[in-house]
């Protein structure tokens, strides 16, 4: 089972901020928390992973809170285009050759013109 | 730089029969893992092969196996079809000596009639 827990669906104007949560109350110290989203009819796309500081990319940022118990994807100005299901996946740290992920239902994020 | 790249994309089979499924990971990575999606779910995992063994395995039957080649591409083979095993099957690749992130493919959309 998954080890998140995340609202099935949100709705985002265009050109908004949009803030995507996720809870993960049982993560063990050796987990990072990952962010995949999977655009309708193509495989999963990678966009950021943290351990407990915040982190950000091209992409987007993540804010970790300090217990580690919940953390926040956020997409700085939303586009159509970033309309998807979002993951969010705990995962060992070190996972080397390990390629299990463990996908839960996930958000359906809506970008409204 | 070639991303993951999965074939056939499409195919259709009816019940009992067997399919194969190809997928060639991302230029310098060594382990591919294997998801299958059904329509409406978030992916689930079947294995993963690093050094042409299998290393992990999800909850999936015998009648799911897999190969690696010492090209690092890979294999997944379904045998004896059951109408359940209509979804899409994602190749996902990674480096075991990298933080593990994980590449997915567009992936294969079987169909069981």
């Known amino acids: 089972d998954a080890k998140t827990t995340q609202p099935t669906s949100m709705d985002c104007a265009e050109g908004r901020a949009a803030n995507l949560p996720c809870n993960h109350s049982?993560?063990?110290?050796?987990?990072?928390v990952y962010w995949y989203r999977q655009i309708h009819s193509q495989g999963p796309q990678y966009i950021i992973h943290?351990?407990?500081n915040n982190e950000t990319n091209e992409m987007a940022s993540l804010i970790i809170t300090e217990d580690r118990k919940s953390s926040t994807l956020i997409l700085p100005h939303a586009t159509l285009r970033d309309t998807a299901v979002y993951y969010c996946i705990v995962r060992p740290v070190r996972s080397g050759n390990t390629g299990k992920l463990i996908f839960g239902q996930g958000t359906t994020l809506q970008v409204k013109p | 730089d070639a991303g993951v790249t999965q074939s056939p994309t499409h195919l259709i089979k009816t019940r009992g029969q067997q399919v194969t499924l190809r997928c060639s990971p991302k230029?310098?990575?060594?382990?591919v893992s294997w998801y299958q999606q059904a329509l409406g779910q978030g992916p689930q995992f079947i294995f993963q092969y690093y050094e042409e063994e299998e290393r992990q395995r999800g909850n999936f039957p015998d009648r799911f196996s897999g190969h690696q080649f010492p090209n690092y591409s890979s294999e997944l083979n379904v045998n004896a079809l059951l109408l359940g095993d209509s979804a899409l099957y994602l190749c996902a690749s990674s480096s075991a000596t990298d933080t593990g992130e994980l590449f997915f493919g567009e992936g294969s959309r079987l169909t069981v009639l």
């Open positions: 230029s310098g990575h060594d382990t």
């Open positions: 049982t993560i063990s110290g050796n987990e990072y």
């Open positions: 943290g351990l407990k």
